[in-house]
């Protein structure tokens, strides 16, 4: 399974939003075919598998990430093709939530596969959190916070100064990052602090290019901005408040910013969503950041921890978190922890 989950991997960014689902054929004990969803519309992991394998599917064992569909979507059944194949045994990580898809289980049963489900179930659910969020709650995007932070939870010195806090693999990783969300978005402090690209540029192409936004109560985004001189090319989205100045609101426009109102963090939630973003990663500030949290609106949080001191002074990754006692405070899932070069990703789901 864990193999399947890696090989899984290679549809970040592409598969839309299908889950990532990994695949291997076992037959005593060998790997005998590998798949996986590579392209939204394309075949599914256990198909490929299965194609992989050939013959030798027959009498072998399926391990299969997410449970095999049942369903006619844009492509036939895995059920079918399961069933067409041989296979003896079906072993799968999480249950399908998808009310379309769901059912391959019962179905694979019933016609004399022995299937066992649940394998590495906490795993796969995490790997496809945000599938499994629009599912469970439809009507707001999935909201993950990215930050980089010092040891003393600064994102930047006390000059307002970021780069960089981490190194160079940690960049990287966050290139590979946005390439699966639909929206990477920032509060206006950071497009004015740090003038970000917001684009991936990264191993990965998306299949579209998440939609960059910008929290910008008084559309002060500066017309200088690679943001603002970039949005012709790359759909740049700014929400400003209700009394953001017409003339500015008017620049932005014509600069080819889409503007819309959205102030309260529901609000901007629901712009998003309005606008068909299901993920949005969010990119910072420490006021953003604060915001989204004790609203209680974050999904998960990317925190990159660089190995070094920024001071009391440093800007804050979390401003206006209110006091919690250690026995009552939330304890996150810590969903991965991994080495970026020399700083360390970790990656915390709420419960
Ligand atoms: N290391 C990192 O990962 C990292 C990442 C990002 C930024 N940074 C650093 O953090 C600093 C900037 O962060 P910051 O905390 O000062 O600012 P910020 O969080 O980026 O942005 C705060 C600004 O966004 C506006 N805003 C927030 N919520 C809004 C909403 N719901 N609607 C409309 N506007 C909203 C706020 O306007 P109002 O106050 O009027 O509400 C405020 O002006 C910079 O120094 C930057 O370099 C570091
Ligand atoms: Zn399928």
């Known amino acids: 399974m864990e193999r399947a989950i890696a090989l899984a991997w290679n549809g970040w960014g592409r598969v839309g939003r299908n889950p990532l689902v990994g695949?291997?054929?076992?037959?005593?004990?060998?790997?005998?075919?590998?798949?996986?969803?590579?392209?939204?519309?394309?075949?599914?992991?256990?198909?490929?598998?299965?194609?992989?394998?050939?013959?030798?599917?027959?009498?072998?064992?399926?391990?299969?990430?997410?449970?095999?569909?049942?369903?006619?979507?844009?492509?036939?059944?895995?059920?079918?093709?399961?069933?067409?194949?041989?296979?003896?045994?079906?072993?799968?990580?999480?249950?399908?939530?998808?009310?379309?898809?769901?059912?391959?289980?019962?179905?694979?049963?019933?016609?004399?596969?022995?299937?066992?489900?649940?394998?590495?179930?906490?795993?796969?659910?995490?790997?496809?959190?945000?599938?499994?969020?629009?599912?469970?709650?439809?009507?707001?995007?999935?909201?993950?916070?990215?930050?980089?932070?010092?040891v003393d939870g600064r994102i930047a010195d006390k000059d307002g100064n970021s780069r960089w806090v981490t190194g160079v693999p940690a960049r990287e990783y966050v290139h590979w990052l946005r390439a699966g969300f639909d929206a990477v978005a920032v509060g206006g402090g950071t497009a004015k602090a740090d003038d970000p690209g917001l684009t991936v540029r990264g191993p990965v192409r998306p299949v579209k290019p998440p939609l960059r936004v910008v929290l910008d109560r008084h559309a002060e985004l500066p017309p200088a901005s690679q943001l603002v001189q970039t949005a012709r090319e790359v759909p740049t989205l700014a929400l400003v408040g209700r009394g953001a100045p017409a003339p500015a609101v008017a620049a932005l426009r014509e600069a080819g910013v889409e503007v819309a109102v959205a102030e309260a963090q529901r609000e901007i939630l629901s712009e998003l969503s309005r606008r068909g973003v299901a993920s949005v990663l969010v990119e910072g500030g420490g006021v953003v950041a604060g915001r989204l949290l004790k609203e209680g609106v974050v999904?998960?949080?990317?925190?990159?921890?660089?190995?070094?001191?920024?001071?009391?002074?440093?800007?804050?990754?979390?401003?206006?978190?209110?006091?919690?006692?250690?026995?009552?405070?939330?304890?996150?899932?810590?969903?991965?922890?991994?080495?970026?070069?020399?700083?360390?990703?970790?990656?915390?789901?709420?419960?």
């Open 299 to 351: 999904d998960r949080l990317y925190l990159m921890v660089a190995p070094l001191w920024l001071g009391e002074e440093g800007v804050a990754a979390f401003a206006g978190v209110p006091a919690a006692r250690i026995e009552d405070a939330p304890r996150w899932r810590t969903a991965e922890r991994r080495a970026l070069g020399d700083d360390t990703l970790l990656v915390l789901d709420r419960r």
């Open 23 to 150: 695949a291997l054929v076992l037959r005593d004990g060998a790997v005998v075919g590998e798949g996986f969803h590579a392209e939204f519309g394309g075949p599914h992991g256990e198909a490929l598998a299965l194609v992989a394998a050939g013959e030798r599917a027959r009498g072998a064992d399926l391990v299969v990430t997410l449970e095999p569909c049942a369903h006619h979507g844009k492509t036939p059944p895995c059920t079918d093709a399961i069933l067409a194949s041989g296979i003896r045994r079906v072993v799968f990580g999480a249950h399908d939530v998808d009310p379309a898809a769901r059912g391959g289980a019962d179905l694979l049963r019933q016609a004399g596969v022995v299937v066992e489900g649940g394998l590495m179930e906490p795993a796969v659910r995490a790997q496809n959190a945000m599938f499994f969020h629009r599912h469970a709650e439809p009507a707001r995007p999935f909201v993950a916070l990215k930050l980089a932070a010092s």
